[in-house]
């Protein structure tokens, strides 16, 4: 059998790793057989195992993958002028409608994590990255004047990634969007425990309270 090229090969891999997503989001980890991903993705056994020797290897690569999808999306939020903004665009993608079958599994591997130690090996890598992703955002502001939270850096990270997580569940169980109102009011918390300070705008004000005669 003459070998696939690299790209085909890319290909047949991300095609299984779709059909392991739907299957594992629709019926649960336990309940999917590699069979049923066999079945899904119209593929031997033979030509699934090539590429994923077991359930726990098909987590592990529809995690990469979403820690690949992340990185580029947080890359944005750090190199934005306006954080809170690219945060708000951040939030609005993961908690698009239609990432919600994306959410649900998100869940199913968070549960799975809590009773096979190779998946929770998984999701402790990813869980961990995520948070010094922030940690290393919301220093980085901090240094730089743009934010004066009232809590250590780490506390402050764990503290929003609370409030996004409970975000992230809700959309899951949701069988429709939130409601208009409520998205503002968890960004409201989010920016609560953020501080943002306005360095520019704080110098400007101060400059105009001064006294027209001040010595300078």
Not at 88 to 112: C, S
Not at 187 to 211: I, Q, Y
Request: aromatic share 8%; net charge negative; glycine share 6%.
């Amino acid at each position: 059998m003459p070998k696939l090229k690299p790209e085909t090969q890319n290909a047949r891999r991300e095609h299984i790793l779709d059909a392991a997503e739907q299957c594992f989001a629709q019926s649960g980890f336990h309940r999917t057989t590699m069979h049923d991903i066999c079945k899904l993705a119209g593929v031997s056994p033979g030509a699934l195992y090539v590429y994923f020797d077991s359930k726990e290897a098909l987590i592990e690569g529809l995690t990469e993958r979403d820690r690949h999808e992340f990185a580029e999306r947080f890359a944005v939020v750090t190199d934005a002028p306006d954080f809170l903004a690219a945060l708000r665009d951040l939030a609005d993608f993961y908690l698009h409608p239609e990432r919600t079958l994306k959410a649900r599994l998100g869940i199913e591997i968070g549960l799975e994590a809590t009773r096979n130690p190779r998946v929770g090996e998984i999701y402790a890598r990813f869980d961990c990255e995520v948070k010094e992703n922030f940690e290393r955002l919301f220093r980085r502001l901090q240094a730089e004047g743009r934010i004066a939270p009232a809590m250590d850096i780490p506390t402050l990270a764990d503290a929003v990634l609370i409030v996004a997580d409970g975000l992230f569940w809700r959309h899951a169980m949701r069988s429709k969007p939130f409601e208009t109102g409520a998205l503002p009011i968890a960004f409201s918390l989010m920016e609560g425990l953020l501080n943002p300070t306005h360095p520019d705008r704080d110098a400007s004000e101060t400059a105009d309270l001064k006294p027209s005669g001040a010595l300078t």
